[in-house]
């Protein structure tokens, strides 16, 4: 085979002179090719025109390597960042169409640090409107405080995609603006090797490969939002607060999180020295009215190991007024407690909701999920929102592993847990359906239900109906034209004062008088 020849390329530098430190390109519509490694003082390349590419040819570009210092105050213009900082490739408005390939780009000695925006001295910078984009075959390194990796600034329908990111850095200055090893809409088959807080920000991202030492409050390996899919995603991390997944929008499918707990530091000071180490969130703040809909979880795999004082929690999702049609189904979730530090929390599910809520949160329902610990299966409420109420458990498989003595399935944290119910569970290794810690004795304000589904089998158009135990008529219906009937039936309500038991049942078939008795400890089927 033959190699690819210079022909038709801008060979870079011989046929590009600088404007100082930098290679300014300005040539719409060709190729420029980097043909040997090179050390900038500041910014290496600024692209300024459509649909320039700009290959590295395997070379590595060192920029930043003089220290510039701070552009503006912290709480500046961050305009003078965007004009006068060092980027390793910096493309600038109207420049759409672009290509940054095959090479490495790395932070100097230099180390600047970026505005609290997040904007400065990053590898590449795109700025905003700029569309149609690729970055590919790139290896990024940087280690500035709040220095993000890929940085597109509101620019919409790029792709990034087989890359490679080394974030070298510890300093967060901004933890609610985010240092992003990758900000952009479209993301695939990249490899994040480390970074100190988010991974990849973007609406689109599938078959990456993260791995997060969180630094800071909210490291988010990946954010749903809107309409896009999360998927094909492999995540292992450690640290301060992480969360796997921002489950705020979209489908998040077939992805795999595995989180590590150790001894807790003082790297970040908010909350005190603590490792928190999440999967999938959706919090819905005080006062919140912002809508989240139709958001897809479904197919993952989450294993979460804690020890000395660590939380962990498989999922941490609200229930609320306006969250409504959340799906959260065929997943397993594991949660071990790897020591007996009386400092450890969590569980596969830690259920959330906002106090001035929970007479009125809308269900949140979660379906046929697997959920293995050997601790705490199911956790309603915990210290940072200790109330939850109406999350519906719908043929889960709740799994004990070993026999610790501290072990509940359902732990409730406060008495401001209530509303919850538990279909057609399946228990195993020890769990059960009434396996409870119960928080503050008020019982009025605790509660979950216990229910069984129930089919009835007769000729189409019997009518039907049933009766509970205390000869109350709960379900009446016709045999539909398959000759079945079904409904779901309340077999017990418990709180920490007394169950209420519903059971057994008195099944009816043409007339009250024509009937059969069913316990419905467990879904059954009754045959006319």
Known sequence: F??????????IPKDVPTGGSRFTLIESGVTYI???????????????????????????????????????????????????????????NNCSGFKILNGTIKQGAGNDAAHQTSIGFSPVYVRGGVTGGEIAGITAEYGGPQVSGLYFHTA????????????RGT?????????????????????????RHFAISGQNANHNEVYIDSWATNAFGFVGSGKGALYGNRLFGSGYHLVAFGAYGGS???NFVHLEGGPPDDRWDEYGSQISLNGFRLTQYNNGTKRYENIEIYNNVVSINIKEGNIGRGTELCSDDYVSNLQCYDNVIKVMYMDNHPGNTGGCVVAQTLGDRINTA?????????????????MFGDRYIPSSSNHHFVHCHFVRIGNDSDYNTFYFHTDREKKHIIQDGIFSGGASATSVHWGTIVPSAQNYEIQYSLKVIALPGMPVGVVDFNDAAVFSGTIGVDSIAETVLLSMNRNPSIDTVFTPHRVWGTSPGNFKTVTMDSARVVDF
């Open 252 to 254: 998040l499918y077939d």
């Open 362 to 378: 809308l269900p949140l329902v979660y379906t046929n999920n697997i959920f293995i610990s050997n601790r705490r299966n199911i």
């Open 2 to 11: 033959t190699t690819q020849t210079y022909a038709g390329k801008i060979r």
């Open 156 to 167: 919409p329908n790029n792709n990034v995609h087989h890359n490679v990111m080394k974030d």
């Open 171 to 195: 300093i967060v200055t901004n933890r609610h603006i985010g240092v992003h090893a990758i900000c952009a809409s479209n993301n695939r088959y990249n490899l994040v090797a480390r970074t």
């Open 34 to 92: 980097v043909t040997q490694d090179m050390v900038r003082d500041s910014l290496a390349f600024d692209i300024q025109a459509k649909n320039i590419t700009l290959d590295l040819d395997g070379h590595m570009v060192v920029y930043d390597d003089v220290h510039q210092g701070e552009i503006t105050g912290p709480d500046g213009n961050f305009w003078d960042y965007i004009n006068q900082s060092s980027f390793g490739i910096r493309v600038g």
